[in-house]
């Protein structure tokens, strides 16, 4: 595309006319002036521009009628034809289409001349320049579509379009000249295959009707939504009783089909102060006894009169057996789904057969000692590590894949069945190996210097055998879990445990709390405190009203979805909840050994609980060692993060 006006074996003065190969359109008006020096063996080459755009009001973005016109003529000629071909007054003026200069035309990007011999047939489709970057990957766009299951978590599948792939496939492998790969380039960039065409017909938003269940104890609820949440709090008298009446008879009021105002729907207010009430003993209205782990600065300067009273002790004590023995009775009975026992360094968590999948009655506790271990042992009762077996389990298996290669050992690996035989088989190799230890100092008899070098004492050895075991203490894995008749067993040794109530502190002589959804021998009646309020959050430039609703207590899971799904008529299905997890209970979202997913076939209709809520509790919990830190409701579709 040059002509050169003058040619000087030094620095010399070119005049281009330029002239676009795509729209025709040439630079008429003026000329581009270079000066270039000789770049002739290294020499340094300095490039001086002096352009068009110097001058004053010039702007290279303006075009006249008669050149877009012009360029929307040219282009149509292109599409059709072959791409560039010289056609009509410019062409003839243009110096790009003599025979001399076409041998050297070169692509957009840098490279070898297109009839180079240099250059390879079959080389990589270059990108083209005028392609729009929005639509360069519109022949592999990526269709989104959601499925719903039945389970209460909703999966999504993702579906590629194959078509589009093979048509992109073609335009790679398929040896065109750059003209045809342009148009085609071109032809594909089409506004019907825009991402903006294709979202609204290819992605269907989620709809999870409810969240996993959450067997972990919080403290803290808060909500907040666009909605008004004052409705919640200030109840009138006659709802108050209403409210308590139907929790202690079980009866739950079918909510009108559409609320327009739940400031003045009686029955959502009364629902929502029945899904306030827990049950609890004992009860000291000057001290919270919820949480007793970490507590001690919630007890310290209180009144405590039993501290140093053994009668008032034993007292106490004996209530609380009598109590606790009405919970277990309730709970065989499955008038009662589940309890909590909270100490002041465990929690256990009694359920009823046919909760979280179960097919017997099992209590978890969390955090154990191998104190409280070995004081199991003693009492008979059996019970498995499910984080440790876990574990180790995964273990055995990556170690029988690698041991595939023809060794016997593969065959010889057994797998452990229940928590007595992992740690008869934890003792037995830890004999073993005590036995090894006492063997290799037999080399120093031999060699005479026994009395010189010190051997480890029997307290070291066993303090060294028994430090993986220790290493548990206080942590997530030393979750025990418990099932079958040995709960029973399990009840009778933490009423005689004397290492369930603190010896000294500010917890001193006190039982730990039980906690339940429904009534018990020696339980009094507590409600949840809820406080509404109204703030304004900027949202943008402007403001926008938010109510949030503060709920605190040992909020149990029950609690906790009869509490949302009275929230989600209420607030039109938009509201989002910040959970506050007491993290010693996170722990019992496990999955125990021998959960057996027959929860469907169990009926726990008498044991006080909305339907809703027993057949979310009958679900197996997917959230592992976490809890649930975050609900959101929008559509009347949940989202969660844990």
């Known amino acids: 595309m040059r002509k050169k006006t003058q040619h000087e074996r030094g620095p010399c003065v070119i005049t281009l006319r330029a002239k676009c190969n795509r729209c025709g359109r040439g630079n008429n008006s003026g000329a581009f002036v270079f000066e270039v020096l000789s770049l002739h063996f290294g020499y340094c080459a300095k490039l001086s521009i002096l352009s068009m ?15 877009i016109m012009r360029i929307r003529r040219k ?21 790009v289409q003599s025979g001399s200069s076409s041998a050297f035309v070169r692509p957009f990007s840098p490279g070898p001349p297109f009839n180079s011999p240099n250059r390879s047939v079959g080389g990589i489709k270059r ?90 104890l919080k403290t803290r609820l808060l909500f907040t939504s666009p909605l008004s949440l004052s409705w919640a709090e200030h109840p009138k008298a006659q709802e108050e009783a209403l409210g308590l009446s139907q929790h202690c008879r079980a009866q739950f009021s079918a909510l009108p089909p559409s609320l327009q105002d739940p400031r003045f729907c009686s029955e959502l207010r009364c629902a929502f102060l029945q899904s306030l009430v827990y049950w609890q003993h004992p ?69 009823a057969v046919g909760l979280s999948g179960s097919s017997c009655i099992t209590a978890l506790i969390c955090p154990t000692t191998r104190g409280l271990r070995e004081a199991m042992k003693v009492e008979g009762i059996e019970f498995s590590l499910p984080l440790v077996e876990e574990r180790r389990k995964s273990k055995n298996q990556q170690n029988l894949i690698v041991q595939q290669g023809g060794e016997e050992r593969a065959e010889e690996c057994c797998e452990l069945k229940d928590g007595a035989d992992c740690e008869a088989g934890d003792e037995e190799e830890n004999d073993g190996s005590s036995d090894d230890e006492d063997s290799s100092f037999s080399w120093l008899k031999e060699m005479g210097v026994q009395d010189k070098v010190k051997k480890p004492n029997s307290i070291t050895m066993q303090f060294h055998k028994e430090g993986p075991t220790m290493s548990l203490d206080h942590k997530p894995e030393s979750v025990v879990c418990v099932e079958g008749s040995h709960t029973f067993t399990l009840i009778n040794f933490l009423i005689n445990c004397k290492s369930v109530v603190a010896a000294a502190g500010s917890q001193a002589g006190l039982p730990p709390t039980l906690l339940a959804p429904v009534a018990f021998r020696g339980a009094t009646m507590h ?38 799904t009275l929230l989600q008529p209420a607030q039109k299905g938009d509201f989002s909840a910040t959970l506050y997890t007491h993290t010693p209970t996170a722990v019992m979202n496990i999955h125990t050994v021998k959960q057996q997913c027959i929860g469907a076939s169990v009926d726990l209709s008498a044991c006080g609980l909305h339907p809703a809520s027993i057949q979310q509790l009958q679900q197996p919990s997917g959230l592992g060692k976490t809890a649930l830190t975050h609900i959101s409701m929008n559509n009347y579709s949940y989202t969660w993060n844990k």
Not at 138 to 164: F, G, M, Q, R, V
Not at 316 to 342: D, G
């Open 53 to 67: 755009s110097q001058q004053a009001g010039y702007s290279p973005s303006f075009k006249l009628p008669a050149e």
């Open 75 to 95: 282009r149509a000629r292109s599409n059709t034809g072959d791409f560039c071909s010289p056609s009509g007054q410019d062409s003839s003026s243009s110096p």
């Open 127 to 216: 990108r083209n320049p005028f392609a729009n970057t929005e639509n360069a990957d519109s022949p592999k766009k990526k269709l989104i579509t959601y499925n719903d299951d039945k389970d209460t978590e909703c999966s999504a599948s993702y579906h590629i379009n194959k078509s589009a792939e093979k048509e992109g496939d073609e335009d790679m492998s398929t040896n065109s000249p750059f003209s045809a790969s342009l148009s085609r380039a071109e032809t594909l960039d089409t506004p019907s295959k825009s991402p903006q065409a294709i979202a609204p017909a290819s992605i269907v938003p989620p709809v999870c009707t409810e969240y996993p269940a959450d067997w972990s």
């Open 283 to 351: 009860s000291l209205p000057w001290i919270s006894l919820f949480p007793r782990i970490n507590a001690e600065r919630s007890f310290s300067g209180k009144i405590t009169p039993w501290a140093q009273d053994t009668a008032l002790q034993q007292s106490l004590m004996n209530e609380w057996s009598i109590s606790l023995s009405s919970l277990y009775s309730l709970l065989k009975a499955r008038l009662c789904p589940y309890f909590y026992l909270c100490s002041y360094q465990f929690t256990v968590l009694f359920r």
């Open 527 to 564: 409600t949840l405190k809820a406080r509404s309020v109204n703030v304004k959050s900027q949202v943008g430039s402007a403001y926008q009203n938010i109510s949030s609703l503060e709920i605190t207590g040992p909020i149990l899971p029950s609690s906790l979805h009869a509490i949302t």
